[in-house]
Structures are given as structure tokens and as C-alpha cells.
């Protein structure tokens, strides 16, 4: 499965974007997804993932409450609404797919497909 990211960008404290990732192949309705994101000097985290049916998903504690993370199979894409953003929340945000029947969806060395990141910058 391959995977791209879009929707990042400059945003104001507080405000909102929404991120897609398109996802070809046909396989993609029976992964589980997740986002990810990398902050300059920091590890890649685990910030939200949402199973192959959509009905259970997690999230990281510094962003529970905040952002969202939906699918919709039909159209092969993962979103991420991202709301009440802080500057701490810049980072280049990624993509990811599990591998087919992983174990579990909330741990990262599950996700062996990524897709090009996108930029988001909070100013404060």
C-alpha cells in the first residue's frame, strides 16, 4: 500500500487543519492506520490510530481531546482533525500502515507502510 500525506501547513495557535492521507492499493481496508508525527530533535511518536473497521481507535495523551482521527474505506483515505493547536504540536506529520493482521494497532513497530510527511507549524 502506498500512502501521501497533504493538508499541512501554517496555522495560529489555536486554530485547526484537517490532514489526508490517500492511500492506493487495494488492501487498504483491512489495515489498521495510524499518524505519527516528528518534531526537529525529537523521536517519531505515535499520535492517533484507528483500526481497519473504524470501531475503536487511540490516541496519544498529548492530543487526546484535541484531534480526531476517521477513515473513510470507500475512499481509501485516513483523516486527522487537528483543533486547538499549540505551537508544541509543530512537527512533520506522517502516515502509516499497519502490517496485515498485526497484533496490536496502538504500537508503533506495527506500521511498516509510510507515506511522505507533511508540514505543520503552529505560531504562537
Known amino acids: 500500500v502506498q500512502l501521501q500525506a497533504s493538508g499541512g501547513g501554517l496555522v495560529q495557535a489555536g486554530g485547526s487543519l484537517r490532514l489526508s492521507c490517500a492511500a492506493s492499493?487495494?488492501?487498504?481496508?483491512?489495515?489498521?492506520m495510524g499518524w505519527f508525527r516528528q518534531a526537529p530533535g525529537k523521536e517519531r511518536e505515535l499520535l492517533a490510530a484507528i483500526t481497519w473497521s473504524g470501531g475503536s481507535t487511540h490516541y496519544a495523551n498529548s492530543v487526546k481531546g484535541r484531534f480526531t482521527i476517521s477513515r473513510d474505506n470507500a475512499k481509501n483515505t485516513v483523516y486527522l482533525q487537528m483543533n486547538s493547536l499549540k505551537p508544541e504540536d509543530t512537527a512533520v506529520y506522517y502516515c502509516a500502515a499497519d502490517r496485515l493482521l498485526s497484533g496490536d494497532y496502538t504500537q508503533m513497530n506495527e506500521y511498516v507502510y509510510w507515506g511522505r510527511g507533511t508540514l505543520v507549524t503552529v505560531s504562537s
Open positions: 492499493g487495494r488492501t487498504f481496508s483491512s489495515h489498521a
